[in-house]
């Protein structure tokens, strides 16, 4: 028994490219805090809402972006500088 549940027209997922432009976007942004509203401004392309919800519930999953009532904020940081000052740094 199949228990795939149907895909209808507003179930896409959201490809690579997207999700990279999004991506970049937040990341070279000049605000610290940006809301959804600003956000689809700077995209370069137009991105569905769906679509952008769906990207953005994935980079707050992966810890590359903090949510909250004032907006949107990159908290990502890939520095090898930094991590292995965390790695070899004192717990307070």
Known sequence: MNMTPPLNKQSRSPTLNTIKMVEGTLQNMDESIISVGELKRKLPKQVNHNTLTTILEYLE?????????????WIHNDHPGLNKAISRGIEL
């Open 61 to 73: 999953e992966s810890d590359k972006i903090a949510v909250s009532i004032k907006g949107i904020t």
